[in-house]
């Protein structure tokens, strides 16, 4: 417990030690991440997660983690040429949501997804990355597919059901 001292009503104090029973948490990994949801011509842009992912041949959303300094906009337009060798232009913020999962130890996931505009044939430029491959595919086709959570949750504030 930390010594440093705070005011309370009645002047400085310490902070009280935790009693003895308190199971004190293991320490949290928190991740921030920034996503493009691109739909075009009845086909959503989409990235397929590399092998030694965490969860290796799923698709998300193309996006990642925010470094340092970035701005949830700047980490999406990285993260979007890295992935697709598109330009994400005409962000606008879409939904943001977190989830918790305890697999790997505690984690937080807090993701932001903007809607975005996209032109060309995507190619991944970021070799040896996260990405093992892009495709604009159609919307009729993503029950085939492995999908990671966050995409579900996408699909479905977008009113799009997903039949398995």
């Known amino acids: ?26 320490s949290m ?3 921030v991440s920034a996503y493009g ?3 075009r011509d ?8 590399a092998d030694y992912c965490y969860r290796p041949g799923h698709w998300t959303l193309p996006g990642g ?12 337009q990285r993260e979007f040429f890295e992935e697709t ?9 879409f939904h943001v949501h977190a989830f918790s999962e305890d697999v790997r130890g505690p984690f937080l996931g807090v993701q932001i997804v903007y809607r975005a ?21 159609p919307l009729s086709e993503l029950a085939e597919l492995p999908r990671v959570p966050g995409l579900d949750v996408v699909l479905s504030r977008l009113g799009i059901a997903i039949e398995a």
């Open 1 to 26: 417990m930390s010594d440093i001292p705070w005011r309370g009503a009645s002047g400085w104090k310490h902070p009280p030690a935790p009693p003895a029973e308190v199971d004190i948490p293991r």
């Open 29 to 31: 990994k928190t991740r």
């Open 37 to 39: 949801l691109v739909i």
């Open 42 to 49: 009845g086909c959503i842009l989409l990235t397929q997660l």
């Open 65 to 76: 983690g925010m470094d340092h300094g970035e701005l949830p906009e700047q980490t999406l």
């Open 85 to 93: 060798g598109l330009v994400a232009s005409d962000l606008e913020l």
């Open 117 to 137: 505009q996209a032109e060309g044939t995507p190619s991944v430029q970021e070799v040896g990355g996260s990405t093992a491959a892009v495709a604009w595919v």
